[in-house]
């Protein structure tokens, strides 16, 4: 089951999310109701989570997915007409992503990359209120430094229970859902260029590239974590005006998920709605010195997700 939230009419609402097609959710289950001898009460809010795994109205959900599934002419028949695809969480509590999570990556840059049982996975943040953007939305190329913003697809998850504390083998069982990430980055945004260099100047410098406006978008839709068993067998690409940049798989990834849930909810708490974006592989532009300009289409896809689809321009 794949979910999105989408707008017409200015009118934020859940849907059922097909390659081709959006189905609104409440439609579909005034409809399949009147199919079926189930009585269903579905998308009166646009919070995903409700729908998915730990949301109260997930079994219904689930329920009208897989009959729409069944009878796919009829879910065309219900589809939407022009819908603008939304963020499917538009205001996490906390917005993680990991730097370094594939080998390919560090050693592409010139690194050397480290077995798992002798490191731990770099964490960072990005402002969730501002940072994150809609499938289909345009990403600004910043004044402030325009010359080398770069692309990063990535695997997202959505956690739909509270975690704190949770083991590895355990931590699948607190995932709601995944979604794709693009984790865009300015590679050499130095504020202050005439600055006398501090000792952690560039460390900031690298996490100042990661949080201007609109450079998190996320999408097109969320997964069900049950319609994903294993979150490590995952085909993951991106396209640049049509040319393939980056081709990988998550069973590259040096800490899978579950991993990472275990790492961060040693520390913290992690909510329901929480997103974490789990690095990025190898083809990110920085290392051929290729960058993203206006004008430029981006598609990051992901196996049994689907695809984001931005495009740039000028601030």
Same mark, same amino acid.
């Given at each position: 089951m +794949?979910?999105?939230r989408?707008q017409?009419?200015?009118?934020?609402?859940?849907?059922?999310?097909?390659?081709?097609?959006?189905v609104?959710?409440?439609?579909?289950?005034?409809?399949?109701q009147?199919?079926?001898? +189930?009585?269903?009460?579905?998308?009166?809010?646009?919070? *995903?989570?409700?729908y998915?795994p730990?949301?109260?109205q997930?079994?219904?959900?689930?329920?009208?997915?897989?009959?729409?599934?069944?009878?796919?002419?009829?879910?065309?028949?219900?589809?939407v007409?022009?819908?603008?695809?939304?963020?499917? /969480?538009?205001?996490? #509590?906390? *917005?993680?992503?990991?730097?370094? #999570?594939y080998?390919?990556?560090?050693?592409?840059?010139?690194? /050397?990359?480290?077995?798992?049982?002798k490191?731990?996975?770099?964490v960072?943040m990005k402002?969730?209120?501002?940072?994150?953007?809609?499938?289909?939305?345009?990403?600004?190329?910043?004044?402030?430094?325009?010359?080398?913003?770069?692309?990063?697809?990535e695997?997202?998850?959505?956690?739909?229970?509270?975690a704190?504390?949770?083991k590895?083998?355990?931590?699948?069982?607190?995932?709601a859902?995944?979604?794709?990430? #693009?984790?865009?980055?300015d +590679?050499?945004?130095?504020?202050?260029?005439?600055r006398d260099?501090?000792?952690?100047?560039?460390f900031f410098?690298?996490?100042?590239?990661?949080?201007?406006?609109?450079?998190?978008?996320?999408?097109?839709?969320?997964?069900?974590?049950?319609?994903?068993?294993?979150?490590?067998?995952?085909?993951?690409?991106?396209?640049?005006n049509?040319?393939?940049k980056?081709d990988? #798989?998550?069973?590259?990834?040096?800490?899978?998920?579950?991993?990472?849930?275990?790492?961060?909810?040693?520390?913290?708490?992690?909510?329901?709605?929480?997103?974490?974006?789990?690095?990025?592989?190898a083809?990110?532009?920085?290392?051929?010195?290729t960058?993203?300009k206006?004008?430029?289409?981006?598609e990051?896809?992901?196996?049994g997700?689907?695809?984001?689809?931005n495009?740039?321009? *000028?601030?």
């Amino acid at each position: 089951m +794949r979910l999105c939230r989408f707008q017409t009419d200015g009118k934020a609402q859940a849907g059922f999310y097909f390659d081709q097609h959006i189905v609104p959710m409440e439609a579909a289950a005034k409809a399949v109701q009147g199919k079926t001898d +189930r009585k269903l009460a579905l998308g009166e809010c646009d919070d *995903l989570l409700a729908y998915l795994p730990h949301g109260k109205q997930h079994a219904d959900a689930k329920f009208v997915a897989v009959w729409l599934g069944k009878h796919p002419e009829f879910a065309q028949k219900l589809a939407v007409a022009k819908p603008v695809l939304r963020t499917p /969480i538009p205001r996490p #509590n906390k *917005l993680f992503l990991l730097a370094g #999570n594939y080998a390919s990556h560090i050693e592409e840059g010139g690194g /050397i990359a480290v077995a798992r049982a002798k490191t731990f996975p770099y964490v960072f943040m990005k402002p969730a209120s501002t940072a994150l953007n809609h499938p289909g939305g345009e990403i600004a190329i910043p004044k402030v430094s325009p010359d080398h913003i770069d692309w990063e697809c990535e695997l997202a998850f959505v956690i739909g229970k509270t975690a704190k504390g949770v083991k590895e083998k355990d931590a699948l069982k607190h995932v709601a859902g995944y979604t794709v990430v #693009n984790d865009i980055s300015d +590679r050499k945004f130095k504020p202050n260029p005439e600055r006398d260099e501090r000792k952690k100047d560039g460390f900031f410098d690298w996490l100042h590239g990661k949080w201007h406006d609109g450079f998190c978008p996320a999408g097109p839709c969320v997964t069900s974590a049950d319609d994903i068993p294993d979150p490590q067998k995952l085909e993951l690409t991106l396209k640049v005006n049509g040319v393939l940049k980056q081709d990988a #798989n998550t069973a590259l990834q040096i800490f899978p998920v579950a991993a990472v849930i275990e790492f961060i909810s040693s520390y913290v708490t992690l909510e329901p709605g929480d997103i974490i974006s789990t690095g990025t592989p190898a083809g990110v532009g920085d290392t051929k010195g290729t960058y993203l300009k206006a004008g430029d289409k981006l598609e990051a896809a992901i196996e049994g997700i689907g695809v984001l689809k931005n495009s740039m321009v *000028l601030e």
